[in-house]
């Protein structure tokens, strides 16, 4: 059973920076591929970034690619999301998740959630 707990999200300005952290625990980090989903109110749950099990494959949302960076330290058992450039509309809740097979995009490929962190851009 992993257990995955997010932290790092808050209130800030269009055009500013935040980073999320997604702390792991239990099973074994280094054999999950790790995302981030996030969620808009109203809105389905949508893909964010992928990591692969070594770190050296992700993948990007189309709006986010060149703003985001997802990256992974299988020592300390954490994956990240460097957000940079921020905009209002990428005002969510944010979700980190871990699957035992390859990365997808749907939300049903992913055996564990975390309970999510807010992030508000305002404008």
């Known amino acids: 059973q992993v257990q995955l707990v997010e932290s790092g999200g808050r209130l800030v300005q269009a055009g500013g920076s935040l980073r999320l952290s997604c702390a792991a625990s239990?099973?074994?980090?280094?054999?999950?591929?790790m995302s981030w989903f996030r969620q808009a109110p109203g809105k389905e749950r949508e893909f964010v970034a992928a990591?692969?099990?070594?770190?050296?494959?992700?993948e990007y949302l189309d709006s986010v690619k060149g703003r985001f960076t997802i990256s992974r330290d299988n020592a300390k058992n954490t994956v990240y999301l460097q957000m940079n450039s921020l905009k209002p509309e990428d005002t969510a809740v944010y979700y980190c998740?871990?699957?035992?097979?390859?990365?997808?995009?749907?939300?049903?490929?992913?055996?564990?959630w975390g309970q999510g962190t807010q992030v508000t851009v305002s404008s």
């Open positions: 998740a871990a699957s035992s097979l390859g990365y997808s995009h749907s939300t049903a490929s992913y055996d564990y």
């Open positions: 239990g099973g074994t980090f280094s054999r999950n591929t």
């Open positions: 990591i692969s099990r070594g770190g050296f494959i992700t």
